[in-house]
T-cell receptor, first 109, second 114 residues
């Protein structure tokens, strides 16, 4: 079992829908990152969380430390949101990130 | 505008050739990383550096080597490329393990060894 599990692995939705991507992890962490990878391969860092909730535009990320769970929400989804969304955690005292397998999101017009 | 640059973006090369993938960042980050990613799979750390003259192997065994002679430059070298090295290689950097500024990733180098 991976230390970081994402669900769903694939998600297809219509433009305008509210999207939720989940990330569960099994170790104590010092920080959790949400990343976005477009088909060209480049990765953009969306959020870094250690508690609570963060919002940037139509993106919202939440984390529940006790439940070892984080969610990434996209409101009013748009085809340009189509990408792979990756959850990554840094364990307490660890130096490196551990990555989830990613969620492939496709938003149809 | 990217603050971390990887070249080349795509590379097709024959078996046995020596190749160097370049990675440079302009943010003054101490920490730099190389990740390998096969299609549809998660990223795996193959090398990292916490500063000049500091390099460590990552979690995934790799036949590549790295060097860190300057803060801004972290090249990855394969002495003799093989088809099994075909993959995407992503370079990243961070300040304080990404605690303050997060991680910045390059656009990646997609390597094909024929």
């Amino acid at each position: 079992k991976n230390e970081v599990e994402q669900s769903p692995q694939n998600l297809t939705a219509q433009e305008g829908e509210f999207i939720t991507i989940n990330c569960s992890y099994s170790v104590g962490i010092s920080a959790l990152h949400w990343l976005q990878q477009h088909p060209g391969g480049g990765i953009v860092s969306l959020f870094m969380l250690s508690s609570g909730k963060k919002k940037h535009g139509r993106l919202i990320a939440t984390i529940n430390i006790q439940e070892k769970h984080s969610s990434l929400h996209i409101t009013a989804s748009h085809p340009r949101d189509s990408a792979v969304y990756i959850c990554a955690v840094r364990g307490q005292g660890a130096q490196k990130l551990v990555f989830g397998q990613g969620t492939r999101l496709t938003i149809n017009p | 505008e990217a603050d971390i640059y990887q070249t080349p973006r795509y590379l097709v090369i024959g078996t046995g050739k020596k190749i160097t993938l370049e990675c440079s960042q302009t943010m003054g980050h101490d920490k730099m990383y190389w990740y390998q990613q096969d299609p549809g799979m998660e990223l795996h750390l193959i090398h990292y550096s916490y500063g000049v003259n500091s390099t460590e192997k990552g979690d995934l065994s790799s036949e590549s080597t790295v060097s860190r002679i300057r803060t801004e430059h972290f090249p990855l070298t394969l002495e003799s490329a093989r088809p099994s090295h075909t993959s995407q290689y992503l370079c990243a950097s961070s300040d304080h393990d990404g605690f303050f500024s997060g991680y910045t990733f390059g656009s990646g180098t997609r390597l094909t060894v024929v």
